[in-house]
């Protein structure tokens, strides 16, 4: 993420971009900005079991920024996210954001989202490990953990929730709060029970690249998630039976989709990657879920994320600013930054460019070709009576294997 932005239902709009992170009115106009980085300096570095500190942790805030944000379901508090691996937690205090707590995480975090009671902050990371931690300064513990880089025991706090093969991009829990979304790197959604997260409720699985933005809204009366990502294709799903129920046309690689609900209508608003055009699409309910694109609306500079703050209007953070887009009439009310953070959106850069997996080889094809020319090449012996065609099963048998072994062989890189 090189911008990241989140909303609470009173239509307060969290904006992180570099170091800084504001906090805006439902207008657009800021109302406190916090310097995240020397909070995050200030945390104490985690120890190995000898007792050391970890120095290698201060390398962590070469070229900082707050990459993930969340606002808690009751709107006194907000968290972020560094590339430093570290997590801040802030109270909303009328207009201010005053720290809370801070700690530190073993791996660089993708999204955060609070659970329904706002008792645990619910953070995802790029190794594919999804862990709580209590927002509560007092039931703070340090817990065992295993570092995957080297196997050294540290004193991580946090409980683990689920992990996959794979990195986690978006986490979201269900208006109800019993069932935490996952999308993943590998075209999954995962829909675990909470707080029994060693209950995979049900896998959505359905499309062709990463999955990378989750959202749920209520259609109709059924309650549907909705995801997006590398195939450009928005995907409406049943969540709890597992069962897709309508999909979009390819948009383009999607990264981010937000649900606008105006009365018993329901809308997403669409930012594709690398793009000034935010996609404003219409749902509608049936047998099979419909979408249709309502307007294309341009904005000035490269925009890298989106967020609801309240109905009919998007909060947009683009390369050139931050600003609040009103869906009615497309027009843009942009927010007094200053020159440095101006210039801070216009230098942000993405710091994973491409979600989509790379395949390091393929020699398939040359596997195939050297199996068709075995055949082949058996085919003639027999046809020349050098290699009796009556052979006896048991001999064919463990040739058949030898094959197979040769095959299996033939797949691994040269």
């Known amino acids: 993420v090189m911008a990241t932005a989140a909303s609470s239902n009173t239509g307060l709009t969290l904006v992180s971009a570099g170091s800084f ?21 200030a945390v104490p570095l985690s120890k190995s079991t000898d007792g050391t500190e970890r120095k290698e942790q201060l390398k962590f805030h070469d070229g900082f920024q707050v990459i993930a944000t969340s606002f808690a379901n009751n709107n006194s508090l ?7 691996k570290t997590v801040v937690i802030f109270d909303v205090q009328g207009e201010s954001l005053v720290e809370r707590r801070s700690f530190r995480i073993p791996k660089t975090p993708t999204a955060l989202v609070f659970d329904r009671a706002d008792s645990f902050l619910i953070v995802a990371d790029r190794a594919g490990v999804v862990r709580k931690y209590s927002v509560d300064v007092a039931a703070k513990e340090n817990k065992e953990h295993i570092d995957e880089d080297d196997s050294d025991e540290t004193d991580f706090e946090g409980d683990f929730i689920c992990s996959a093969i794979s990195m986690m991009l978006d986490v979201k829990f269900s208006p109800c709060g019993k069932y935490l979304l996952v999308t993943d790197r590998d075209e999954k959604m995962r829909v675990h029970r909470y707080p029994q997260t060693f209950v995979l409720h049900q896998m959505c699985m359905a499309h062709k690249d990463y999955v990378n933005t989750v959202c749920t809204a209520k259609v109709g009366e059924r ?11 928005i995907i409406a799903w049943d969540y709890i039976e597992g069962v897709e129920v309508g999909r979009s046309e390819a948009l383009g690689a999607v990264r981010k989709i937000r649900v606008v609900e105006e009365g018993s209508s329901t809308r997403l608003v669409v930012l594709r990657n690398n793009s000034s055009i935010v996609i404003d699409l219409k749902v509608y309910d049936g047998e099979k879920m419909a979408f249709y694109v309502m307007n294309a609306i341009k904005v000035n500079g490269r925009v890298m994320d989106i967020t609801v703050p309240t109905q009919g209007k998007v909060a947009v953070v683009s390369s050139t600013g931050v600003g609040v887009l009103t ?3 497309s027009s843009m009310e942009w927010s007094e930054l ?6 801070t959106l216009g230098d942000l850069k993405d710091p994973i460019p491409d979600m989509s997996k790379k395949v390091a080889f393929d020699n398939m094809s040359d596997y195939l070709q050297r199996k068709q020319k075995k055949l082949e090449g058996r085919n003639k012996k027999r046809k020349n009576g050098n290699e009796s065609i009556s052979e006896p099963p048991l001999k064919k048998a463990e040739e058949d294997n030898e094959d197979t072994v040769e095959g299996e062989e033939g797949t691994v890189a040269e």
């Not at 907000?78 to 430093?84: D, E, M, Q």
């Not at 309650?223 to 294709?233: H, K």
């Open 21 to 41: 992170t504001h906090l805006l009115n439902v207008d657009g106009r800021i109302l406190s900005s916090v310097d995240v980085l020397p909070i995050s300096k």
């Open 78 to 84: 907000v968290a972020v996210g560094t590339s430093a």
């Open 223 to 233: 309650q549907l998630a909705f995801t997006a990502g590398g195939d450009g294709v």
């Open 327 to 329: 869906l009615s009439d």
């Open 338 to 343: 200053g020159e440095e953070h101006t210039k």
